[in-house]
Nanobody, 126 residues
Framework: QVQLVESGGGLVQAGGSLRLSCVAS????????MGWFRQAPGKEREFVAR????????YYTDSVKGRFTISRDNAKNTVYLQMNSLKPEDTAVYYC???????????????????WGKGTLVTVSS
């Protein structure tokens, strides 16, 4: 009932920036928060950042704090991930995620995600 479409991935050099976008459609009024996961080659999908629709409270994984910023535009049903000072280890497929739960306090968990986007590839060269 909720569809998520990511965009903005691409190839950048280390130290560069990208901004990812995720547009939500469908029953977006039922979602509590949206965020981003990423999955690097040969690794598990990991939480990156999330933001609540109401109030804009954000939460980040330690490895991206100070470099990435998550934001949202409620009127456009869109969440953004501004990625600065990119490192080769940031290379991954980035997935948009949405949750229905109103009990989200910390990071999103894989099993707790209710809706997933198909992903957008970010490649950071050295």
């Amino acid at each position: 009932q909720v569809q998520l479409v990511e965009s903005g991935g691409g190839l950048v050099q280390a130290g560069g920036s990208l901004r990812l976008s995720c547009v939500a459609s469908g029953r977006t009024f039922s979602t509590y928060a949206m965020g981003w996961f990423r999955q690097a080659p040969g690794k598990e999908r990991e939480f990156v950042a999330r933001i609540r629709w109401s109030g804009g409270s954000a939460y980040y994984t330690d490895s991206v704090k100070g470099r990435f910023t998550i934001s949202r535009d409620n009127a456009k049903n869109t969440v953004y991930l501004q990625m600065n000072s990119l490192k080769p280890e940031d290379t991954a497929v980035y997935y948009c995620a949405a949750v229905l739960s109103t009990a989200l306090a910390g990071p999103m968990t894989y099993s707790g995600v209710d809706f997933w986007g198909k992903g957008t590839l970010v490649t950071v060269s050295s």
